[in-house]
């Protein structure tokens, strides 16, 4: 193999040496080089990396510079023919790197391809990811995905063999790097969110194909970075989602999505404000429902600000 992995960290210490493991325990050491970038994380994180992984290039940011800024500092470093971006909440399954160098060398038209997501389980996760419209935002994706399988593939739909698609999910995406010279890389605009769906995007609009691979699996426990602080996340998410919208879909759809968001969140915030009240604020999944629409009404009362998210935190 000709492979850079990279892996940006923030403050998952166990889950990143979990990941480390899997990565030299199923792929070995040759032929690859694996870069960790840490955001400033407060855990231990770098320090357990120089003692047990000595061999891993470790890029240390001082504070939290987004996924996108983090992952190109070591993309610009990295010498591979691939590059594989993976998320420190993965762990590497037997073959699954192997699967994608192969399908990407028989396939020259791959710009990116994407893996099976698994939960630790290993019932399927959503690997798939449409280009966000109007219709996938305010409509239900699963509803979509049920309706129109070949438009929305999602988890529902058995695929024995690799697929055409217009996005994967970011956790674990292989680059060609004749395909990243070509479209630049990732957009540093985005923080967190939709970063590796714009970088779909644009690698299509430049003639590059994307590729789901379903025999390649990767455990993926989903997201423990952005939980941490689950309403700033949110923020975030939905900031992407409107710098996407306003990139590639024009300021009048733009501004239609946000419309329609602040009032589907004012609904969820009043339904959120009465349960707690018939429930005296005893459960915890209604204050914390209240608090993230709360939250996320006031950050579009303040015309969605760059603040209030996961860049300050």
């Not at 217009?166 to 990732?186: P, T």
């Not at 789901?212 to 900031?239: M, T």
């Not at 579009?300 to 209030?308: L, Q, S, T, V």
Request: glycine share 6%; with cysteine; net charge positive.
């Amino acid at each position: 193999m000709d492979l850079s992995i990279v892996i940006v960290n923030w403050n998952t210490k166990n889950l990143l040496l979990q990941c480390l493991t899997s990565i030299y325990g199923k792929i070995g050491e040759q032929g690859i080089e694996v870069f960790v970038v840490d955001n400033g994380s407060s855990d231990g994180s770098r320090e357990v990396v120089q003692e047990e992984f000595p061999d891993v290039k470790l890029i240390q940011n001082e504070e939290n510079l987004g996924f996108a800024v983090a992952n190109n500092k070591a993309l610009r470093l990295s010498k591979g023919k691939y590059l594989l971006l993976l998320n420190p909440d993965t762990q590497v399954k037997e073959g699954t790197v192997e699967k994608l160098v192969s399908f990407m060398e028989i396939h020259p038209d791959a710009g990116i391809t994407g893996a099976q997501l698994l939960n630790s389980d290993g019932s399927k996760q959503n690997s798939i990811a449409n280009f966000p419209s109007l219709a996938t935002e305010l409509l239900s994706k699963s509803l979509l995905r049920r309706l129109f399988p070949k438009q929305f593939p999602g988890k529902e739909r058995e695929n024995p063999n690799p697929i055409e698609v217009e996005s994967v999910i970011g956790a674990c995406m292989m680059v060609k790097r004749d395909a990243m010279e070509q479209v630049g890389l990732l957009d540093e605009d985005y923080f967190l969110f939709l970063e590796e769906t714009d970088w779909c995007l644009r690698m299509k609009k430049a003639g590059w194909k994307i590729y789901y691979v379903p025999q390649a699996e990767i455990v993926h426990l989903q997201g423990k970075s952005a939980n941490l602080v689950r309403a700033k996340a949110k923020i975030e998410y939905y900031r992407s989602l409107y710098l996407f919208f306003e990139k590639h879909r024009g300021a009048v759809q733009t501004l239609i999505l946000k419309m329609l968001f602040f009032i589907r969140f004012s609904v969820d915030f009043i339904i959120a404000a009465l349960a707690c009240l018939f429930t005296l604020f005893m459960q915890e999944r209604f204050k914390r429902r209240l608090l993230i629409y709360g939250r996320l009404l006031y950050w579009h009362f303040r015309f969605c600000p760059k603040g209030m998210g996961l860049r300050e935190t």
